[in-house]
């Protein structure tokens, strides 16, 4: 059963940074792109980003592209999404997720959402 853990949410004043945490389970990093999503309240879910296992690329949504950053570790089967420069229509619940790779590099975007975690909330004060 795959697991995906959210976990560093807070409250950050803009401009600021945060490093958000996952920790997976129940599933092999190479079988899967890895990634992130937020979705904040009343409006619709919204790509961040995520890393391929085929091609190793990463792949970002352009409002946060130069801002955020994705990493993983497979060893610790973890994956970490650094948020730097941080602005008020950030504030959303982020959440890690798995996405279907082979689409991810043939659309070059993170769109084929397969499973997910519950989410951890983050809000930048302006």
């Known amino acids: 059963e795959v697991q995906l853990v959210e976990s560093g949410g807070g409250l950050v004043q803009a401009g600021g940074s945060l490093r958000l945490s996952c920790a997976a389970s129940?599933?092999?990093?190479?079988?899967?792109?890895i990634g992130w999503f937020r979705q904040a309240p009343g409006k619709e879910r919204e790509g961040i980003g995520c890393?391929?296992?085929?091609?190793?690329?990463?792949y970002y949504a352009d409002s946060v592209k130069g801002r955020f950053t994705i990493s993983s570790d497979n060893a610790k089967n973890a994956v970490y999404l650094q948020m730097n420069s941080l602005k008020p229509e950030d504030t959303a619940v982020y959440y890690c997720?798995?996405?279907?790779?082979?689409?991810?590099?043939?659309?070059?975007?993170?769109?084929?959402?397969?499973?997910y975690g519950q989410g951890t909330s983050v809000t930048v004060s302006s």
């Open positions: 129940g599933f092999t990093f190479d079988d899967y792109a």
């Open positions: 997720a798995t996405y279907v790779d082979e689409i991810v590099v043939h659309t070059g975007s993170c769109d084929a959402l397969d499973e």
């Open positions: 890393i391929s296992s085929i091609d190793g690329r990463e």
